[in-house]
């Protein structure tokens, strides 16, 4: 009901956003969840308070090109059962690839269980379900709209979904459930419930959160179906790319490993990342060095301020050794184009345009992977190829020690998740 998801929407509302149109499909064919008045009226609040529009059907006839084509994204509330005839789904799949969003949620994944493509872009579809109870969830990736809100390990109750199949190897997890932390579930010790992934040319987002009544008043949870919107509808970006085999340098409970070269610091807040203090500085990952490898970490600027990544330097107490004898990837809201973000600083700016459609602004969370095969450097931007640099100078080398930067006094930018995964060549 209106009056119970109101609240939930005024204490998600996110930075002002270009107006978007989002059809909510909330057809059953099998059972059918008594949430959904109240997810309607949440999503609708959401809309009212974060500049875009809700239409809300059950009519499967929606699903038209021609009408399909108003929305930015179309989300599935909990619908079950076969929802669409074969018409209605060449009309979603057309619509799907032609750059289209999807939200699938709770439910949504209790759908169209005989439409390989369906299931390809929910992610995985239902198998059970124990008794509604609270349950831990852990937070993979802090970068996304859709869970950078939340702590580390996010309590809540709900109906807690075991599906058919593991998503990870399609989609980017972004929460999965502690089995040890309630009853019933059947997936062990890898149950994705929140993803994200680049589908057949569209964008598709599912949670499996959804099923109370009671869920809709909730401003985290309502807060993590307004990222999942924002990025389907291409508002925000992320990096939705399946991601395995990564090893975690700095996952936000301490710096071991790390050494700080230079004057200031970084501070480790509450919400798990490091954030710079003073300088000019380098917190640098000493206990390893490098050669060919993909490094992942996420950033965020407070406003105007400055910092990068180094990268292919000799351990050193002196940041300047960084400078020197290795390369920044720079982060900087403003400056030279081969000094502002996704720049190799001082020597190749970034393809602007991808990088312009890629980034997020100060406020928001950022991803890189850093790509570094031999003396060839390549930069992704949440999840986009914006600088590709080849290394021709011998006084310098592209393997090494990596590090942070912290710029100086008046530039705050914020670390967190940051992985690395190294490469053959």
Known sequence: MPGTATPAAAAAAAPDDPPYEVLVFSKTAGFRHDSIDEGIAALTALGAENNFTVTATEDAG????????????????????????????????????????????????????????????AGALFQSHPHIQPADVVVENHAHDATAHLPEVWQRTDEWYDYRTNPRDTAQVLASLDESTYEGGQMGEDHPIAWCKEYEGGRAFYTGGGHTAESYAEPEFVRHLLGGLRWASGVVEADCRPETGYTTLYDGTGTEGWAQAGPGSFSQDEDGSLTSVGGMGM?????????????????????????????????SDDPMSAVNNGYEIQIDA???????????????????Q??????????????YEIRVEGERLQILLNGTLINDFTNEDPARSLQGHIGIQNHGDGDTVSFRNIRIQELSL
Do not use: C, M
């Open 62 to 121: 929606a699903f038209t090109a021609a009408n399909l084509e108003q929305f930015e994204v179309v989300a599935f509330l909990s619908t079950t059962g076969d929802v669409l005839d074969a018409e209605q789904q060449t009309a979603f799949e057309g619509y799907i690839n032609n750059g289209g969003g999807y939200v699938g949620i709770h439910a949504a994944a209790d759908t169209e269980y005989d439409w390989e493509w369906y299931s390809g872009l």
């Open 283 to 315: 917190l640098w990952y000493e206990a390893a060095e490098y050669e060919s490898y993909s490094l992942k970490l996420d950033w965020r600027l407070e406003g105007d301020d400055n910092s990068g990544i180094f990268v292919g330097f000799p351990p």
């Open 334 to 352: 403003t400056d030279a184009d081969d000094r502002t973000t996704g720049s190799v600083y001082g020597f190749q700016s970034a393809d602007l």
């Open 354 to 367: 991808a990088r312009d459609a890629s980034l997020n602004p100060p406020g928001e969370w950022n991803t």
